[in-house]
Nanobody
Framework: VQLQASGGGLVQAGGSLRLSCAVS????????MGWYRQAPGKQHELVAS???????NYADSVKGRLTITRDNATKMVYLEMNSLKPEDTAVYYC???????????WGQGTLVTVSS
């Protein structure tokens, strides 16, 4: 399985970004998917998840600011990020969620840097 995250960059606080993740090498539609982030020196943190049927869930720290969506036909997962804060700075990855199985190889992720 390959996960290719993109769309990160440098943005000022209050700004927006849209992250994309292309998934290949697996049957995508059956898995719950999530966006995770990893700040320096910290473990992966699940910030948003979406079930195979489209139900979503968010960490309290991002609720109301981030929106996860998926396109099963193109095997893509998206993360719309608004009202970004400096504490959102991290490398962002997509992967399947824990109740769908062990994580696939994480890949390189995409770096989001929010300046104050």
């Amino acid at each position: 399985v390959q996960l290719q995250a993109s769309g990160g960059g440098l943005v000022q606080a209050g700004g927006s970004l849209r992250l994309s993740c292309a998934v290949s090498g697996t049957i995508f539609s059956i898995y719950g998917m999530g966006w995770y982030r990893q700040a320096p020196g910290k473990q992966h943190e699940l910030v948003a998840s979406i079930t195979s049927s489209g139900s979503t869930n968010y960490a309290d720290s991002v609720k109301g600011r981030l929106t996860i969506t998926r396109d099963n036909a193109t095997k893509m997962v998206y993360l719309e990020m608004n009202s970004l804060k400096p504490e959102d700075t991290a490398v962002y990855y997509c992967n399947r969620v824990a109740n769908s199985g062990s994580p696939w190889y994480w890949g390189q992720g995409t770096l989001v840097t929010v300046s104050s």
